[in-house]
């Protein structure tokens, strides 16, 4: 979180690639799909993703039973949505994709990481224990295809996305 994911993703729409986010889809989910809906307010008598997250970050085995609700759900929805485009670049921004496995599901991926206070700078501090979850930089960079280390502006995050598009779609 405030690596620069959510600005590369909007950088690659600007580049004409349709878009999306994991997270939008897990959002949509919890607001409109009705299976999701009953089993959080049966598990956690709550729809609101604060009071999940606070339940959540507390707990793993309560982490653990979300993310086996949600993430076949999200990447069904992401593969439909895929089939859907007619973009000739697809881009979807991925919160834990190599601490899932899903980067089976794409042709390239690419990398956006910040040092630790540079992330810390740019979003709400964590109470919880999420960052320790997360594979470190160093090896997201290795296993990508594409990685930016996004210390500089929004132009030079522009920039770095223009060069990876030109790359793809030459």
Not at 12 to 36: K, M, N, P, W, Y
Not at 137 to 153: F, I, L, P, W
């Amino acid at each position: 979180m405030g690596a620069g994911k959510s600005e590369a993703l909007k950088a690659f729409a600007r580049r004409g690639a349709a878009t999306i986010s994991s997270d939008e889809i897990v959002h949509d989910l919890i607001e409109s799909d009705e299976h999701v809906r009953s089993a959080l307010l049966e598990r956690f008598g709550t729809t609101r993703r604060s009071e999940i997250a606070e339940i959540v970050f507390r707990e793993r085995d309560e982490l653990a039973w979300l993310e086996a609700l949600l993430h076949p759900r999200v990447v069904l929805r992401y593969l439909d949505w895929r089939e859907q485009q007619t973009a000739p670049l697809t881009v979807t921004e991925v919160p834990l994709l190599y601490e899932t496995g899903g980067e089976s599901r794409f042709d390239k991926v690419v990398a956006i990481t910040a040092p630790k206070a540079v992330r810390e700078a740019r979003r709400e501090p964590m109470p919880d224990d999420r960052e320790t979850r997360l594979i470190d930089d160093e090896e997201k960079v290795k296993r990508a295809d594409y990685s930016y280390v996004n210390t500089g502006s929004l132009d030079d995050l522009d920039a770095f996305v223009r060069s990876v598009v030109d790359d793809l779609l030459p």
